[in-house]
């Protein structure tokens, strides 16, 4: 059989590689020209790619969103104002393109003079097109098949000079060239055989790359690690959990081995004040989940520490709870913020934890001072706060225990979990996605230590809603010089919500079963507008200009908690609310 140029010409450069044909009785393969694909040309957006300086993280343009909570402070503001009250019902899609992946998509996309880069499950980094959704590039690096992900999610990457640095859930920090999405360097930071894993953007401070791993639940040592921005080096490790003999090791048991496997994961990127050079992180609960198995306080678990990010020293810290037994990680972060108190300005912190209190603190070149703590959802467990530490007096009634059944408000997933907070300087309003009126009861038991396996104790496990309740989810309104709550609004679910405040006195926020993505008025929380979505939005929105037009941007894909909480609504109201699809896809609008 004789095979004719024009009929292989005809054959595509893919299916070439694939193709066979019968020559005298035999098979022969046609092999491609080249094992390694060659790249087209560079788009010209990405020619022209600004690199991300220290000066630019540290004041980004207005236009811009170029770190997690788009400045170091942490508020989710936007200074761009085209959006307003009056416009917001004008809202249209501009674009959407589907990831790909399934599974909860939770990262914001970040945004470089009109260059978009998105992380999703999957271990994926898209690279887009800002103003029109033409894909430019996309990254996913395989994961070892004996991983244990837990929340097979990522929050998001950072930018520096002409890279795109990305936390692989195996442990990994990918360095990525912007322009081409080809691998610049990887530099393993833990040993995911030991049940590491990594879910957050990093944070990136004048060349240190800062990032910490998840895993808390399986038992490991939490930690926060710097590594050299250009070289993958690592600069310092510093742990949640202090080995004997280190500061806080009193608070442990002694002459145990507990600092090995005791928690304090880190999971949501922290916030930073250039002017002390500190980095403050939130920390995970201790394990196993009930305190009577580790008697003490526990440091630094369920706590904010403040980082030196030249040494890693922990130069100051604040535990919301001591002991900890109710699963109340402390992961987010307090935001960066000055704000009056008792006729004084306090150069602040302010914090949302998922034990549903407020924390008013104060941030120091050192230490970190308590100012006020109170509730903003239905809280039992804390009778009272130390008006000089902040320490909770605990109603032990309401303390679960090994053999021990307590049931106790807010539930596990807290009056707020790890969604982020947003703070608008104009309204001097902080803004709280927020699940009321739920409640747990748990019963533990001693666990035994397998690597992999989950290190809780956890026997029974019971979501319980309040008799009489008719709401879960609330955005809420609460004003940082005051103290004072200025709105809430009830929404149709829980809610899982990440907030986006902007310049235009409008915010946004998903987080409801029922897939919309809604935009609130910020000084009365009046629902302005709504739009459905392919799933459920748990993502951080973003705002971003581009030829002096602006965008809201969200990825929509449900999942990890948001889900686990679902099913567990499934359980005590059948049939109510309806089941989210999956599918992630990013979003982008604007008024028109």
């Known amino acids: 059989m004789v095979l004719s140029r024009q009929f292989l010409r005809s054959i595509s450069a893919t299916a070439i590689i694939a193709a066979s044909v019968s020559l005298a009785g035999a098979q022969q393969t046609i092999a491609p020209v080249s094992n390694t694909p060659v790249p087209g ?195 310092w490790k510093t742990y949640t959990v202090p080995a004997p003999g280190e500061p806080g090791s009193e608070t442990w048991p002694a002459g145990g081995d507990h600092y090995k496997r005791g928690g304090g994961s880190i999971w949501v990127t922290g916030t930073y004040d250039p002017e002390t050079n500190l980095a403050f992180w939130g920390t995970g609960n201790a394990a196993p989940w009930f305190g009577d198995q580790r008697p003490g306080d526990n440091l630094y678990t369920s706590s904010v520490i403040a980082l030196d990010v030249a040494t890693g020293q922990i130069k100051g810290h604040h535990q919301y709870h001591w002991n900890d037994s109710w699963d109340w990680d402390e992961v987010s972060p307090p935001i960066v913020v000055d704000y009056q108190h008792d006729g004084r300005t306090v150069k602040g912190l302010i914090d949302v934890s998922r034990s549903g209190y407020i924390w008013q603190l104060e941030r120091t070149a050192g230490k970190i001072n308590f100012v006020a703590g109170q509730p903003y959802v239905r809280q039992n467990v804390f009778k009272s706060l130390d ?75 019971i979501l319980k809603i309040v008799a009489g309740a008719d709401h879960v989810g609330e955005l809420q309104a609460w004003n940082v010089d005051t103290g004072k709550k200025a709105w809430t609004t009830n929404m149709p679910s829980f809610m899982w919500g990440p907030v986006l405040a902007t310049g235009g006195d409008v915010l946004f926020a998903g987080g409801t079963n029922d897939r919309m993505f809604r935009a609130f008025d910020a000084k009365t929380g009046k629902v302005l507008w709504e739009t459905p979505t392919s799933s459920g939005i748990t993502a951080v929105p973003v705002s971003f200009a581009v030829d002096g037009k602006q965008y809201i941007a969200v990825q929509s894909g449900w999942g990890v908690d948001s889900q686990k909480m679902q099913s567990r609504f499934d359980l005590l109201f059948p049939g109510k609310y309806p089941d989210v699809p999956q599918g992630g896809a990013i979003n982008v609008y604007a008024v028109k």
């Open 387 to 461: 008006p000089k530490t902040g320490r909770p007096d605990i109603d032990e009634t309401k303390k679960p225990g090994t053999g021990k059944t307590a049931e106790f408000c807010p539930s596990l997933w807290g009056g707020k979990d790890w969604p982020p907070v947003a703070f608008s300087p104009q309204t001097r309003l902080l803004y709280i996605p927020a699940n009321d009126n739920l409640c747990t009861e748990l019963t533990g038991e001693a666990p035994k230590y397998v690597v992999g396996e989950r290190f809780m104790g956890v026997k029974t496990n």
């Open 41 to 235: 040309p560079v788009p010209e957006i990405l020619q022209k790619y600004t690199p991300v300086t220290a000066e630019r993280l540290k004041q980004p343009e207005d236009g811009n969103w170029l770190l997690f909570r788009r400045n170091y402070n942490g508020w989710g503001f936007s200074p761009l104002k085209e959006i307003t009250p009056d416009n917001a019902s004008r809202l249209q899609l501009v674009w959407s393109m589907a990831t790909g992946q399934t599974e909860g998509h939770q990262a914001p996309p970040i945004v470089n003079n009109g260059v978009m880069f998105v992380a999703t499950p999957g271990n994926q980094v898209i690279a887009v097109e800002a103003k029109t959704g033409t894909l430019l590039w996309r990254y996913k690096r395989p994961l070892p098949d004996d991983l244990v992900n837990l929340h097979p999610t990522s929050r998001g990457v950072a930018l520096y000079g002409d890279k795109v640095y990305f936390a692989s859930a195996d442990c990994v920090l990918v360095a990525l060239d912007a322009k081409t999405g080809k691998v610049a360097w990887t530099a393993k930071v833990d040993d995911y055989k030991k049940a590491y894993y990594m879910s957050l953007a990093p944070l990136i401070v004048d060349g240190k790359v800062m990032l910490g791993a998840s895993g808390g639940e399986l038992g490991v040592r939490g930690f926060v690690a710097a590594l050299d921005a250009e070289t993958g080096k690592e600069l």
